[in-house]
């Protein structure tokens, strides 16, 4: 090896350890916050609105927005945002509206580090309201029990939603990258999609139909009535405990298992190339069932069609004794 290639490498490695060194004098003073290295400036500002609130609209680009009811009945909207991008907080025609308004300049939206997340928490007296419409890009999305609407649609990028609210009419939630998760709640309709990340449903009463597309992600459901209930995914399980439609269940995957415990509708169909479909049913079923390669076993009862098909994959399924 040359001299001088040997010189230029030594270099490059004082300069690296000189780096090293003072990055780690820097983050030692700070406490090791990595925050600090934000070159950003944030601040928090507060809205009491004193307009009637029907109807709530939230359009964002990359903040956590969070529901939360007023300790004092006064409604509010706490922000904490970014210098330069800020949201504009308006009431008309009893709408509360929350907009993203960004005023940076090309050259200010080149940042090499961002480590804290925007937040918008909206104030809300505890109570019924119109629709709510919530738009980001990253952020995660929370709304309590607390609140009842008559219908919502929630749609991000990426980002996880925990929803706990009614709606008595459609309730709509879309991500492309997160998890959605319901919990302990009366809807007219319910309309998930994912692209990757989980389903998660627990005790929902739905009045009318269910549906829930996933792309890439396992999906479970325990505790949901519904009139009718389908499902769509390319890869990834399903699990079913206690889920009762009066109608049509139709699930269909490309690869994963479908799992039933204690599953009932008025007439099913279920398709999968790549995995299991197993489990128990609690009323019988006149089934329609094949597999190319694996073992079939269903019972030999009557009642609405149950039709199963799989390429690869066993199917077992039996009915709950009463």
Request: charged share 25%.
């Amino acid at each position: 090896m040359k001299q001088m290639t040997v010189k230029w490498i030594i270099a490059g490695a004082c300069l690296l350890a000189a780096g090293l060194i003072g990055f780690a004098v820097v983050m030692s003073l700070n406490g090791w916050d990595f925050s600090a290295l934000d070159s950003g400036k944030y601040e928090t500002t507060r809205h009491e609105i004193t307009q009637q609130v029907i109807n709530i609209s939230v359009d964002s680009k990359s903040a956590n927005i969070v529901f939360a009811a007023s300790p004092d009945g006064v409604c509010r909207v706490e922000l904490f945002e970014r210098e330069k991008e800020k949201h504009r907080v308006t009431v008309e025609d009893s709408t509360l509206s929350i907009q993203l308004e960004d005023t940076r300049k090309w050259y200010e939206r080149i940042s090499l580090f961002r480590f804290k997340t925007p937040k918008i928490t909206v104030y809300l007296p505890a109570g019924e309201y119109g629709t709510l419409s919530v738009k980001t890009g990253t952020g995660d999305i929370a709304v309590p029990e607390t609140f009842r609407f008559t219908g919502a649609d929630v749609a991000l990028s990426t980002g996880d939603v925990l929803w706990r609210a009614s709606c008595s009419e459609g309730l709509n939630v879309k991500t492309s990258t997160g998890d959605i998760t319901l919990e302990k709640l009366q809807a007219g309709e319910v309309s998930l999609k994912v692209s990757t990340g989980k389903v998660t449903v627990s005790k929902l009463d739905c009045g009318g139909s269910m549906s829930v597309k996933v792309t890439t992600g396992r999906a479970t459901f325990s505790d949901v009535s519904c009139t009718s209930f389908s499902s769509q995914g390319s890869t990834g399980n399903i699990s079913l405990s206690n889920v009762i439609a009066s109608g049509a269940m139709d699930i269909r995957r490309s690869t994963g298992d479908v799992r039933f415990d204690k599953c009932d509708a008025a007439e099913m169909t279920v398709e999968t190339s790549t995995g299991d479909v197993t489990g128990s049913l609690l009323s019988g079923k006149s089934f329609k069932a094949g597999s190319h390669t694996g073992k079939v076993s269903v019972p030999d009862t009557d009642g609405g069609v149950c039709r199963v098909t799989t390429d690869t994959g066993r199917i077992r399924l039996v009915i709950e004794e009463s």
